[in-house]
């Protein structure tokens, strides 16, 4: 066995592992299980069968990555985990697989940062560059766009989705999406303000970002009905394009939109 994998790791004869791939002390990988370069599984991991990790992703110990989504529908169908690249998944993370009833796979994009005891549930699509921070949980079908930060504790009802570059604030629950660019909080929450200093660093110009401004408050400060907002809201995206994200994103929210 490779001096890069401890001797006491079991792992499956069908499961391929890249050449220089570490595996720490009592850690199990089933079949029909692909792990790619340069990534790292610390002790006493379970990696459950049909479960794709790509490159230079570290792995905590006592994280349990693919099993068995909690849904008593599952009828032990091959459905799979798929994780890519450069990705930070801390100690005691559960991430289950994906169901028949929604595409058969749980994904978590790249480079993205999932601190502990974060549970994502079966058939969740997490995009990039995405920060969970500790105890947060994401039930089933779940959709995180790019570069969202969600608070620890944040709680997200199944088939909730969060637009990109928004931001949650510790304990926050969610039963409604949250558009793009907005912070939110409390339980059921609410829309606060844009994340404007997320959007400083991200490289988002000051016009850009005043034109969000004036969006969130057209959306949630204004007496205007939605589909008043969205009129007047198209208005300043047809001179900012990033405000479109946001239109587009509330026209195609299947739960709603927090207000």
Partial sequence: MSQMIHNTAIIADSAKLADDVKVGAYTIIEEDVTIGAGTEIKSHVIIAKHTDIGENNRIFQFSSIGEEPQDKKYNNEATRT????????????TINRGTIDDGGVTQIGSNNWIMAYVHIAHDCRLSDNIIIANGTTLAGHVHIDEHVILGGFTKLHQFCRIGAHAFTAMDTGFQKDLPPYVMAQGNPAKPRTINAEGLKRRGFSQIEINAIKKAFRLLYKSDLRLEEALIEMQKL?????????MIDFIKTSNRSIVR
């Fill in 82 to 93: 798929v994780i890519a690249n450069n990705n930070t998944i801390r100690e005691y993370v």
């Fill in 237 to 245: 995206a047809d001179e900012q394009a990033v405000v479109q994200i």
